[in-house]
């Protein structure tokens, strides 16, 4: 089962992230496996919400670009580099690839085994140097085990093909020597008195039990097979570790996290086909081929609270929304196949959720009333903004009965918490809760402060308009417009930069709008300060 992402803007307040908690906590509820998740940093309101009623915090989303673990790669495609050339070889054929990545015991990467190697190795390598194991070479000779002493098998590779009147009158064997040889009683007693590392005995020859006897003493390893000694020698150098080959010099690696649009710049550059793919602390995952690379996992995902790309998470265009939740004006949002758009003329988010939750008969446990609650009570103002509807009121009273609070107290609490300004500077203030819109060609942004305590931001009233005039020239809008909107006396004052004076004196019909100019009544950014601005706006 794949994970959907539930997060909202990239300004998350309490109804944002609230949402995403409540929406996610339903869908794993219908046995779908969501997570919650947050763009940026949260108000301190949100905290004091989370905080109240013990609920953890959403981890950061920074974007939902197509990654590398999202391609269909060859997972688990590698080798340990004790494997031998020929399994190394079978086991690309197998699979149709022509290269393998190399590990070590701990799954680490140490390289990148091509058939271009393999190749080179046939040609030029060395034949008669041994690098191995007993298993190795049983497997690859199709041998039987006669006698073992030693997992590790390294020497000098010959073959009894004098006569043995030569050999034994000419040859000195050694305790590095590994000697193929036939049913050649004589030869077999020289070898096993010297000590060789290894007799591979060819055509299934008898061995005398008396020469096996003395291997036992001398630690003679000894394997039978049925091939002829053209055969074993052609085959032996195969049961090697394939580490021993050089391999490709520096194989280009890419981590699975990497973006994929990245890696297909640099692998364009690069222009080989076979790239290894690894995860944490040099783990290795696999291997990507750029010839097969067609099948793509897309992050899915499910918005709530929003339906503009712009206040969306980076990369939302590589992504797959399944769902979007809002009680937004539509945006400019588009999909590639139909999905779930759930848009209500209420005054949260939450309140849909509610509904959703009431529609699939799941009930709404106490943690999960306070946080749909919360963001009730913050995106209506404690159900004050022009905004909240009948059921916006409705699903405020059921949800404060679950979550076992006096919503007009807890409300309270909540403002206090989240409209202190203690230890902010202007910019962070202005910063918290902005959002951008457009009309054509022309952006502009409107930030929104709720406070109880007007005093602490006209006092420093020139600070902040030079803030909001060099946020206006920073973002590239015509003007930016600064609603501190004080919840007692619900209404707002108005601060904003250059570019929004003469809208605002057409809009109130005055010669001069004064900075911090209060206009009772306005406290919803969305339905009465966007649209009004829009109207007038050339």
């Avoid at 007993?134 to 690859?140: A, H, V």
């Avoid at 909107?485 to 570019?499: A, C, H, K």
């Amino acid at each position: 089962m794949e994970k959907i992402y539930i997060f909202g803007h990239q300004k998350p307040d309490t109804d944002s992230v609230t949402s995403a908690i409540s929406l996610s906590y339903l869908k794993n509820q219908l046995g779908q496996e969501a997570e919650p998740r947050v763009l940026g940093d949260l108000m301190d309101e949100t905290k004091f919400v989370l905080d109240y009623f013990g609920v953890k915090t959403p981890q950061l989303l920074n974007d939902v670009k197509l990654q590398l673990k999202d391609l269909n790669y060859h997972k688990g495609y590698f080798l340990r580099d004790t494997t031998s050339i020929k399994k190394t070889y079978d086991y690309m054929m197998e699979r149709g690839i022509t290269g393998v990545p190399l590990v070590d015991e701990n799954q680490k990467f140490l390289g990148l085994i091509t058939i271009k190697d393999i190749a080179k190795c046939l040609i030029h390598g060395d034949f008669d140097t041994m690098d191995t194991s007993y298993d190795n070479i049983l497997e690859t000779l199709n041998g039987e085990e006669i006698l073992r002493f030693d997992e590790e098998i390294q020497g000098k590779l010959m073959a009894a093909s004098y006569r043995s009147t030569t050999i034994l009158n000419t040859i000195s064997l050694h305790k590095e020597d590994i000697l193929i040889v036939g049913d050649r009683h004589s030869i077999i007693e020289y070898a096993v008195e010297s000590g060789v590392k290894l007799i591979l005995m060819v055509g299934n020859g008898i061995i005398k039990e008396e020469h096996l006897e003395r291997a036992r003493q001398n630690h003679v390893n000894i394997i039978r097979t049925k091939e002829d000694t053209f055969h074993t020698a052609k085959m032996i150098g195969l049961s090697n570790y394939i580490r021993i080959l050089n391999g490709t010099d520096r194989p280009y690696t890419f981590d699975e996290e990497s973006y994929y649009d990245d890696f297909l710049t640099k692998t364009s550059q690069l222009k080989h086909n076979n790239y290894p793919i690894i995860g944490k602390r040099g783990i290795c995952k696999g291997l990507i081929r750029i010839t097969e690379i067609t099948e793509k996992r897309k992050k899915k995902v499910i918005l709530v609270d929003h339906n503009e790309q712009e206040q969306s998470v980076d990369g939302l265009e590589e992504a797959e929304i399944i769902e979007v939740v809002d009680h937004h004006n539509i945006g400019n949002l588009s999909t590639n196949n139909p999905i779930d758009f759930r848009i209500m003329t209420v005054g949260c988010t939450n309140t849909i959720i509610y509904k959703l939750y009431q529609e699939n008969h799941v009930t709404i446990p106490k943690q999960i009333a306070g946080l749909m609650l919360s963001g009730i009570l913050s995106d209506t103002l404690a159900l004050t903004s022009p905004t909240t509807t009948e059921l916006d009121k409705k699903a405020c009273e059921e949800l404060a009965k679950l979550a076992e609070v006096s919503y007009r107290d807890y409300a309270l609490e909540m403002f206090k918490a989240g409209t202190s300004l203690t230890g902010k500077s202007e910019e962070e203030i202005i910063m918290t809760d902005i959002k951008s819109f457009q009309k054509q060609d022309d952006k502009f942004s409107i930030s929104q402060v709720f406070t109880l305590n007007y005093e602490e931001i006209l006092n420093k009233k020139e600070t902040y308009v030079e803030w909001i005039s060099k946020i206006a020239q920073m973002r590239g809008n015509r003007f930016v417009l600064l609603l501190v909107t004080d919840i007692m006396q619900n209404g707002s004052y108005l601060f904003y930069s250059e570019g929004a004076s003469e809208i605002l004196k057409t809009v109130f019909h005055k010669e001069t709008i004064p900075q911090g100019y209060y206009v009772d009544g306005w406290v919803s950014r969305k339905k009465q300060v966007v649209p009004i601005l829009m109207d007038y706006m050339n």
